[in-house]
């Protein structure tokens, strides 16, 4: 329980008093600080209207003239409400929480590339490194390898929407079946250690894709700079 610091009436731990709405400056999950049961399939219009909701009510400027406990409670919601939305209004991000919640890192057992990928960013890191080499070069070669780069980049983003997609159906598979034990049986063949793996296998496969636009737009503004 916690006591309002407005009110002083004892509750649950959530954002607001259910008394008197004064900001309760406790510590939730960043779900419950929206008000939000813990799902992964989110409505970013639903979403930003909570956290433009909660903003307002719980902005210091409202309790400027209120208690010293009242004024450090609205300070910590606000920077409570803040993460919460910055963090869940990202898939990527809402997924990587989802796994620190419910006690997962990214990194375990999961350090492998997918060869596929591997080779492309074998492939890639080739093409950057001739691009570099043909910067200073004026028989036109730069220019073609930067089109082969462009091309590169169109490729990679296609294969982010993808994972996107794929990353969607996960968040779909575990909002359908809300598996809460180590090993849930989902009656599809499909259980929650498998969904593990696979949604660090997804999120592991946009994290190297972005890095590899990242290094491929930076290689590409280099050599429009030289």
Not at 39 to 60: C, K, M, N, V
Not at 71 to 91: H, M, V
Not at 141 to 157: S, V, W, Y
Not at 164 to 174: D, S, V
Request: aromatic fraction near 6%; charge should be negative.
């Amino acid at each position: 329980m916690i006591k309002c610091p407005s009110c002083e009436r004892d509750q649950q731990p959530c954002l607001l008093c259910v008394n008197c709405g004064a900001p309760l400056g406790t510590a939730l999950d960043l779900f419950a600080a929206l008000g939000l049961p813990r799902i992964l399939t989110l409505d970013s219009a639903r979403l930003e209207q909570i956290y433009h909701d909660f903003g307002r009510r719980i902005h210091p400027d409202r309790f400027a003239n209120g208690s010293v406990k009242l004024r450090d409670a609205s300070l910590r919601g606000t920077a409570l409400l803040t993460r919460a939305y910055r963090t869940l209004r990202d898939p990527v991000s809402r997924g990587l929480y989802w796994l620190e919640l419910n006690g997962h890192k990214l990194a375990e057992n999961n350090k492998s590339v997918p060869a596929i990928l591997a080779e492309m960013v074998f492939e890639v890191q080739e093409q950057l490194a001739d691009l570099r080499a043909a910067r200073d070069d004026s028989t036109g070669e730069a220019a073609r390898l930067r089109g082969e780069m462009d091309e590169r980049r169109a490729e990679l983003n296609c294969m982010i929407e993808e994972a996107h997609r794929e990353l969607a159906q996960n968040f779909a598979h575990w909002d359908a079946h809300h598996p809460k034990d180590a090993y849930v049986d989902l009656g599809d063949g499909v259980n929650s250690d498998a969904l593990v793996k696979e949604l660090k296998s997804i999120l592991s496969k946009i994290a190297y894709l972005r890095t590899l636009i990242r290094d491929i737009d930076r290689e590409l503004d280099s050599a429009q700079a030289a």
